[in-house]
């Protein structure tokens, strides 16, 4: 996720007189803010290639003070993009609710849909060829990973909703391996239990596809692919809606891939909904 719009334009307005070593700097504030907000100097430097004295002349250029200011910017405006449910919950609300909900929606499936095609393809490929598929999904998203499991089920099998206490998710992850995927769903606050599970994930060595909110994740941190969400929204609660599209265009993608086999397993679905009469079709 890009850095947030207030910093993205002073760069912007300083971009085309900046030295290649600054503008290096500068795409890593741009691109990956939390290294700035959450390290010091020195790391700043080695992660952009650079040297600590190019840091802080970019610091200079964009009108701060020094790093510590650069630093506390992009630390505020970072958590100013998603205050907890609770504050939120104090903020009036705008005089156009349904014009609010609109505009978010549209720009979070905009942010959700924005997939580079290598990365597509690539998480695409691992869920329709991997030899297990498993999902966790924070408290508040198991709805949505459920869902996303039950349309995989359909598509291809042994996919899995790890679910239950700590324990018994932990047991479950151990059996996974190299050929395995796994997909992680959490947003800002994260949960513990899930930041544990992805720590036990990548240790084992099972790529691990994470979707959430943005750079500061700690689901990005040795993720295999990192997908972005837009959850954005001027009510209390995350929106969903950014997600689900892009569940959404996985599940499509891997129905394309896996056309054969997923035509085979929806008539047998098919087969036993009729024979069973489970379904009422209007007539």
Known sequence: MAAPRALRDRIASVSASLSPAQRRVARLVDESPDVVAFGTVAEV???SGTSPQTVLRLAARLGHAGFPDLQDQVRTELVA???PAAARIRQPPGADVLGDVA???LDNVATSLDVAPAVLDAVVAQLADAQRVAVVAADSWSGIGRLFVDHLLQLRADVELLEGPAPRIARLVAHLGPDDVVVALDVRRYERWMLETVAQVTAQGVPL?????????PLFEHAAHRLVVGVASPGPFESATGVVALLHLLVTEVAARRRDDARDRLDAAEAAWAERHALLDGD
């Open 45 to 47: 430097a080695q992660a």
């Open 103 to 105: 505009a978010a929606d």
């Open 81 to 83: 993009r998603l205050p």
């Open 209 to 217: 596809v994470a979707v959430s909110d943005g750079p500061t994740s």
